[in-house]
């Protein structure tokens, strides 16, 4: 808890010097952790969490759910089409739509189980191979695809910066983008970058090993 309050202090200090009325919320990464690790953040009434496996999701929070009523679940990771149905009935939000197979799937298993999720298109501004997301240049077509023809609720844009690489120029790409579809949330920022995500108008950040600790790999 004492990790979790120290970052909440930073972004506050962040925010008074913007003089930004909007605190972005914290998603804490739990993926890996056990739940008696991030219990007492539970209990404090910390309610946003991210996972980015649907299985090891399901283990850890199908039972957590009945207990704690205001608790909001995010799947952070790929998400493949044979698992939306398990996602949906799981997770409050996606934060990675990233193609049209996969907005198709979402859209007929939201229509099955009677239950619609916030979802943010994932783009991959800098076009690497190894990332998933929509290249900027397709990103117009794809949420209109999204929105108009689907009806799917897209409340913002996601991104993973490269590497080694100022993140605070893709933070600012991403935001302009979000401006031009008038989307309000922004979801950007991990434990390395989220004072520069904060500053570029980030409303959810991802945070796990800054609040819970490194990970065992």
């Given at each position: ?6 970052v ?17 919320q914290?998603i804490?990464?739990?993926k890996?952790?056990p ?6 953040l ?27 009523k ?6 952070v ?11 949906i ?6 934060h990675?739509?990233e193609n049209?197979k ?52 897209v ?21 302009k983008s979000?401006?031009e ?12 970058d ?5 500053l570029?108008?980030?409303t ?7 609040i819970?600790g490194?990970?065992?790999t």
């Open positions: 808890m004492q990790r979790l309050n120290s909440k202090n930073k972004v506050k200090e962040i925010i008074d010097g913007k003089q930004q009325k909007t605190i972005p914290i804490v990464i739990t890996t952790f739940l008696s690790e991030f219990s007492p539970l209990e404090a009434g910390h309610i946003h969490f991210g996972e980015n496996k649907i299985q090891e999701a399901e283990d850890k929070w199908s039972d957590v759910r009945t207990k704690y205001n608790l909001q679940l995010h799947m990771g790929k998400l493949q089409s044979n698992k939306v149905k398990k996602a009935k799981l997770f409050d939000y996606v990675s739509l049209e996969l907005a198709v799937k979402i859209y007929q298993c939201q229509n099955e189980l009677n239950k619609k999720i916030k979802l943010f298109i994932q783009v991959n501004l800098a076009e690497e191979d190894q990332k998933s997301g929509i290249f900027l240049n397709d990103l117009n077509d794809f949420y209109n695809y999204c929105t108009k023809d689907l009806s799917l609720n409340i913002g844009l996601m991104c993973l910066p490269p590497a080694n690489l100022n993140s605070s120029e893709y933070f600012k790409i991403l935001k979000n401006e579809f008038n989307l309000t949330d922004l979801s950007m920022g991990m434990s390395a989220y004072k520069e995500a904060i570029n108008g980030s959810f950040l991802r945070l796990g090993s800054i819970l490194a990970r065992d």
